[in-house]
């Protein structure tokens, strides 16, 4: 189970706790939120992804 740290009381908290269980500080929403990571990692890849695919045709588009 994967765990995150309180922001509050810095208490280990599950990632799928809507709350601290330790000082019932609720956990950040926003892009730290529920799924806000993961999203954001995968828009990163894929950017990744785009961009290297074009330097490639570009490359390969130049060599020609
Ligand atoms: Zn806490």
Redesign the pocket.
């Known amino acids: 189970m994967a765990l995150t740290k ?6 280990m ?1 599950s990632k799928k706790a809507t709350a ?6 609720p956990r950040a929403r926003g892009i730290l939120g529920r799924g806000g990571i993961e999203r954001a990692v995968h828009l990163g890849v894929l950017s990744l992804l785009v961009g290297i695919s074009l330097l490639i045709l570009f490359a390969y588009l130049v060599s020609d």
């Open positions: 309180c922001n509050t009381c810095k208490g908290v601290c269980p330790h000082c019932g500080e």
